[in-house]
């Protein structure tokens, strides 16, 4: 999953410190891993160093001196960039699509073009495309067993995949109300 | 259709279209389960009956009037009261008829699935009546021939038992009239092939399914209601080619119209009763049993109904009849008749008596056919709620509240109707009414009947298999 | 009849003219509104899956492109004629000659054996008895069920009964085949040989397949999928913007 592309879309909402960023990437994303400081530290060193985030300025209200970063122009088109980039269906790739749903819906509120749930349509369609693929390559007249299997594998994996998108599509509108009201 | 289609698809004359049919229908049955068998042995069964009882009512109507042969029984040598009896022994189809309409249901659930299976493989709604009516039709020939074959040899043998009396008890001197006895032979399945195709009329046979047009109760009464009229309107006619005869049968004519609109009241109460009951029960129940017996009573109030029906006129008829009875015999034991007087109404009401419990065997044994029915079409459900743990006593009481419940207060109902019917008739003799003898008859009648509702509980067990609970 | 409509060209390139098309279709049971003006195409040949959760009204769009219910509202025209209005008994025979429907379970008559099962439609159409077996025993054949043409439903594991209920579906060699949840009762492996078998045959004999299903897996064997909601059509920019936005890039 994109940790850059990840604090771009935390970032649409308004300017924001690396503490506070780490702090809501963690609430938004309970099932992923929670960033290390460091590592919200590095990624907006290299989104700095690319253009695509400004320093904002620094606070220091009575603690230590924090930085405050705000997204550019660019960042915003990276930002949509990736969000309507199809990811390419493969195995265990859901993630990354919830990561796409979740800050389409922040991107979204905050004024950004960005469609979640048309991207979860699209993205279904994708991933339909290559299940048809795969199920071709399969009921091919000889097709051997070993590929028959493999094909299977991906497939029942696709399919859970796909599944998800299905139930999360039905269930869009309740998301984007629990993101993006405080 | 399609210009492409094979030559072999297009559609067959008109010759081959009923060969096919037929072919269809004795595959079918050739392939038919248990139930299947049971069902059509049943329908046959009542063919039988009914033969056999036309059969003797076109007997004892043969008998020409001034016939110098004296019987035992005086009903047959008056031709004032003749009319009277062949009437008794017409009335016994509706008992039969709501039997045959009984047996028909047992396994309704399963044919009308095959039913749609045949929409569903391209059959027309026609071809699917023409299978259903072939099927009832050929069912009820093989009965309505056992019945001629049965009734020429009982009268064989009461021929030979009897032969060189003076006074003999039945009228085997009677010769056999042919024509009238095999029209009878092929009426009845002519008319059960007729109201197999008329019941089918009433449903929409789609590929999805079996759907009802109308609701069932309403039109089933409908049924009911022309069929008697039917069996009367003729009975009638009979009676009204004779002249002299009409007002001899008009007394009994009356009688039945008294019978039919006091059973179907009783009809109706049964069903709103069993609904009443049903609706209040549900929310009060303390027992499992009583709760599951009521839940089925409101969800369908008139499946007991349909069941109770015949039950209910034989009822009101056997009160009726005790009553008079009682009343014509007190008569005619207080005012001194001479010896041959009183032998006379007791051979008579002898003879009726048996008419009545002929009648009420066959009610009961309709409403036995109907309770295994019932069972045998909810057995999945009764092996789920067993599975689930609801002990196999408790589903026993509950099917038995299921018959007891509504039909009580049918019978009550039914009860008072006749004690009306016989009341009217005391009427005019001024006498004290006899209660005891009467109104002995709902008990007994109220006790068969659960008799028969517990003898289909053996069935339960069977019902309960864990097997039922697979897809067929 | 000339409102087959050209609303949704294909993804890929222009379509062939549609051999059964089902035109702003509404239908109701009741309160429940199954179908809201559903518009589906359908060309010869093509394996068409139609897609949707529990209740979005795929099986009634079924039922309606099958002449199985009438829908309250709009057209389904099969080869240029409109099969609603249609009265039930030349939609019957329709059905007989060029369609085949399948089912989840249920189909198949328990009192016949599998080949009469099959042959089931050929005898009601007149076929004599003879014949009608020998094409019923070829096509069991194909499904490799013939081993079991003796036996009746009720003898059958699941995967062999849906065979023998693809068989009798396509023993007419008819033009569509409509199938409902076909694999619905199936476990995969049984599932995986049923829809081959369906697919191989349906592309040898150039039959146009429906196929109703909530299974991506299943949807997976069709050329194009068809989604349902709430009784209309699912919107499908998904494949065209798709690869619109993976290849043009932006920026």
């Keep these: 999953m994109s940790t850059r592309h990840v604090l771009l879309g935390l970032l649409a909402g308004g300017p924001s410190h690396g503490y506070d960023l780490k702090r809501r990437h963690d609430a938004r994303f309970p099932g992923a891993r929670p960033l290390a400081y460091a590592q919200v530290y590095t990624t907006l060193q290299r989104l700095v160093r690319d253009g695509l985030v400004e320093v904002d300025g620094t606070d220091a209200d009575g603690g230590p001196e924090r930085t405050r970063y705000r997204s550019t122009e660019r960042g915003i088109r990276e930002l949509t960039g990736w969000l309507g980039e199809i990811t390419p269906p493969a195995p265990h790739v859901s993630n990354e699509i919830f990561a796409k749903v979740v800050v389409g819906i922040l991107a979204a509120a905050a004024g950004e073009a960005a469609d979640p749930a048309g991207h979860l349509l699209a993205q279904r369609a994708a991933h339909m495309a290559r299940m048809r693929e795969l199920t071709a390559v399969k009921t091919a007249a000889d097709t051997d067993l070993a590929t028959v299997l493999s094909a299977d594998y991906a497939l029942t994996h696709l399919d859970a995949d796909l599944r998800w998108m299905t139930t999360t599509a039905a269930r869009i509108a309740a998301l984007t109300e629990e993101i993006t009201t405080p | 259709m399609s210009t492409e289609a094979p030559t072999a698809l297009a559609p067959p004359g008109p010759a081959r279209v009923l060969l096919t049919d037929a072919r269809l229908a004795t595959d079918l049955l050739r392939g038919a389960g248990r139930r299947e068998w049971w069902r059509l042995g049943l329908v046959a069964f009542g063919a039988f009956l009914a033969t056999c009882f036309a059969l003797a009512a076109g007997t004892v109507a043969a008998i020409p009037d001034g016939h110098p042969v004296r019987y035992t029984n005086g009903l047959l040598n008056g031709s004032g009261v003749r009319p009277g009896l062949v009437l008794a022994l017409v009335l016994l189809l509706v008992p ?242 001479a010896a041959s007087d009183t032998g006379f109404y007791e051979s008579g009401f002898a003879a009726v008596g048996l008419t009545v419990l002929v009648a009420l065997a066959v009610a009961v044994l309709g409403l036995a056919v109907g309770t295994a029915e019932s069972l045998i079409t909810r057995r999945r459900a009764l092996a789920a709620q067993f599975a689930a743990g609801v002990p196999r006593s408790v589903l026993r009481r509950a099917l038995l509240l299921e018959t007891a419940l509504p039909l009580a207060p049918a019978v009550l109902l039914a009860g008072l109707g006749g004690l009306l019917i016989y009341g009217a008739y005391t009427a005019p003799f001024g006498s004290e009414l006899p209660l005891l003898q009467p109104l002995l008859v709902p008990v007994v009648v109220y006790a068969a009947c659960l008799l028969a509702a517990a003898a289909s509980l053996p069935l339960l067990g069977r019902a309960l298999r864990p097997a039922e609970l697979r897809h067929e | 009849m000339n409102n087959s409509p050209s609303r949704t060209p294909g993804p890929t390139g222009p379509r062939r003219a549609p051999i059964l098309a089902a035109h702003a279709l509404s239908k109701s049971y009741g309160a429940t509104e199954a179908l809201r003006g559903a518009s589906v195409e359908l060309t010869a040949g093509e394996i068409l899956a139609l897609t949707g959760a529990s209740g979005s009204g795929k099986s009634t769009l079924l039922h309606c492109m099958a002449g199985i219910v009438e829908p309250d509202a709009g057209a389904v025209t099969y080869e240029g004629r409109r099969l609603d209005g249609l009265p039930e008994h030349a939609r019957t025979l329709l059905r007989r000659t060029d369609f085949g429907v399948v089912f989840q379970f249920g189909q198949l008559i328990p009192e016949l054996t599998a080949r009469d099962n099959v042959a089931l439609p050929l005898l009601l159409a007149g076929v004599r008895r003879q014949a009608a077996e020998q094409r019923a025993d070829a096509c069991l054949e194909r499904f490799g069920v013939r081993g079991q043409a003796a036996s009746r439903p009720g003898e059958l594991s699941g995967g062999q009964a849906q065979r023998v209920a693809m068989a009798r579906a396509l023993v007419t060699e008819p033009k569509v085949i409509f199938a409902d949840e076909p694999t619905g009762a199936l476990d995969s492996l049984a599932s995986e040989q049923v829809l081959t078998a369906l697919v191989h045959t349906a592309r040898e004999a150039g039959t146009a397949v429906l196929v109703v299903t909530h299974d991506a897996q299943v949807a997976a064997y069709a050329d194009r999928e068809v989604q349902l909601r709430d009784g209309a059509l699912v919107p499908e920019p998904a494949a065209a913007t798709a690869t619109a936005r993976v290849a043009g890039d932006e920026h």
């Design chain 2, 96 to 337: 039969v008829l709501a039997f045959v309409g009984q047996a028909t249901r047992i396994g309704a659930v399963h044919r009308e699935r095959r039913f749609a299976a045949l929409r569903l493989a391209g059959a027309t709604t026609r071809q699917v009546r023409t299978v259903a009516a072939l099927e009832a039709g050929v069912t009820c020939l093989f009965g309505s021939f056992a019945g001629l074959v049965g009734f020429l040899a009982a009268r064989a043998v009461a021929d030979s038992v009897q032969r060189g009396r003076s006074t003999p008890v039945l009228p085997t001197d009677i010769p056999v009239f042919w024509p009238g006895f095999i029209l009878v032979t092929l009426a009845v399945p002519l008319l059960a092939t007729a109201t197999g195709a008329l019941a089918l009329r009433r449903v929409a046979i789609s590929p999805l399914g079996v759907f009802r047009r109308t609701r069932p109760p309403r039109n089933l009464g409908l049924y009911g209601l022309v069929a008697l009229l039917l069996v009367l309107g003729s009975a009638l006619a009979f009676v009204g080619s004779k002249p002299g005869l009409l007002m001899a049968a008009a007394v009994p004519a009356l009688a039945a119209g008294a019978v039919i609109l006091i059973g179907a009241g009783a009809v109706s109460a049964a069903g709103a009763s069993a609904r009443f009951l049903g609706n209040r029960l549900v929310g009060r129940a303390q027992s499992p049993a009583l709760l599951i017996a009521a839940g089925r009573l409101q969800a369908d109030p008139w499946a007991g109904a349909r069941v109770h029906a015949t039950v209910i006129l034989v009822t009101v008829v056997g009160v009726g009849f005790t009553g008079i009875r009682r009343i014509i015999l007190d008569e005619v034991n207080t005012r001194q008749y």
